[in-house]
């Protein structure tokens, strides 16, 4: 890494240059020079100042050489060290500021726990939020410390389980009770982090929030039993087709009158249970009827016993989350007596 490219990453000064290690060490030299000259001077009451700096021996010349190049070396080494242990400081705080950027905007809660004391270690911004608990109160407690004993031996013993097994662990769904959302239903996965010696040292979690989503489903499947309810319930003759034609649900009133099991009646092209001339006069072809949305007809339809039911038939196209027409709703409403009484009213 360049210097511009460090100081473009971390927004800090680049680490000092061999040059300016160099000065440090001249620096160090010459301090120590004249040092050991007011040593002579002053403590060994060896000639004067200006005799030493002007005249030294040959020896003490030499001895001071050694010395200020030492003191270079020294420092340029010493400086080298405090360089590299800079720019790794700085290096390991850019990484992570890095990694907490990436998890913090991680939409799931991420939680990593010791091996030993399942201790929480590190939260991220999405499980601080959902829990309602900064990562302050988090750090170096355990689940018993906020949560249910039942709901904490529930968690803590998954959390052995992974760290025996050494293999990654789904929990598809988990109640949690948490400070500020109450009860909420998460999806969680389970990791364990090995040491060098392969060994567990942490444990990574990774959990969603599915608690919309599960409320969701609960109202889907609350909503289908009443329109389920209410199909059944229904006094007419209801089935849907798909484009072909092909049956593919009907109520429980159709199969009662026309006395058909539930099962003969799917996959069943609904022209079959018409009779002859009916299908012939009627049209039966579903992807023309899509054009129009809507078909209106009066129609012959054939019990299993064999008793014909005159039927006011009335079809309406279905369209799907694309606008597309896949499939038809058919209601049948019983007519027979209807036209009976006219019929007769129109003879007497």
Not at 235 to 259: H, K, M, P, W, Y
Not at 323 to 330: A, E, H, K, P, T
């Amino acid at each position: 890494m360049t210097d511009k490219e460090y100081l473009a990453m971390t927004g800090n000064s680049p680490p000092a240059t061999h040059r300016s290690l160099i000065g440090i060490g001249v620096a160090f030299g010459m301090c120590f020079y004249l040092i050991d000259v007011l040593i002579d001077v002053y403590l060994f009451q060896r000639g004067n100042l200006i005799d030493h700096l002007l005249h030294p021996e040959l020896h003490e010349t030499w001895m001071r050489l050694s010395i200020l190049l030492l003191a270079v070396a020294f420092a340029i080494y010493a400086g080298r060290l405090l360089s590299k242990a800079r720019t790794d400081t700085m290096r390991a705080q850019t990484a992570e500021k890095f990694l907490t950027s990436i998890i913090d905007n991680i939409p799931a809660m991420i939680f990593i726990k010791d091996a030993r004391k399942l201790r929480f270690v590190r939260v991220n911004a999405i499980g601080e939020r959902l829990l309602g608990l900064s990562t302050a109160q988090l750090i170096g407690k355990n689940d018993y410390d906020f949560f249910p004993k039942a709901q904490a031996d529930f968690f803590t013993g998954k959390d052995r389980e992974v760290l025996k097994a050494g293999t990654v662990l789904s929990i598809p769904e988990e109640e949690i009770d948490t400070r500020l959302q109450g009860r909420r239903v998460l999806q969680t996965r389970k990791v364990p982090v090995l040491d060098d010696t392969g060994q567990p040292a942490f444990l990574l979690g990774i959990s969603d929030d599915i608690t919309e989503v599960k409320q969701a489903e609960a109202a889907l499947r609350e909503t289908e039993i009443r329109l389920r309810t209410l199909f059944d319930a229904a006094a007419e003759f209801i089935f849907v087709v798909d484009t072909d034609g092909i049956i593919r649900l009907v109520n429980r009133r159709a199969v009662q009158q026309s006395g058909y099991a539930e099962n003969d009646l799917m996959g069943k092209h609904l022209k079959e249970l018409y009779t002859e001339e009916s299908q012939h006069k009627h049209e039966c072809h579903f992807p023309h009827i899509a054009n129009r949305g809507y078909n209106r007809a009066d129609i012959d339809f054939v019990c299993k016993d064999g008793r014909i039911i005159q039927m006011e038939c009335s079809v309406t196209a279905i369209p799907d989350n694309a606008g597309n027409f896949s499939s038809f709703l058919v209601v049948q409403r019983d007519v027979t007596e209807e036209r009976a009484a006219a019929a007769a009213l129109a003879y007497s």
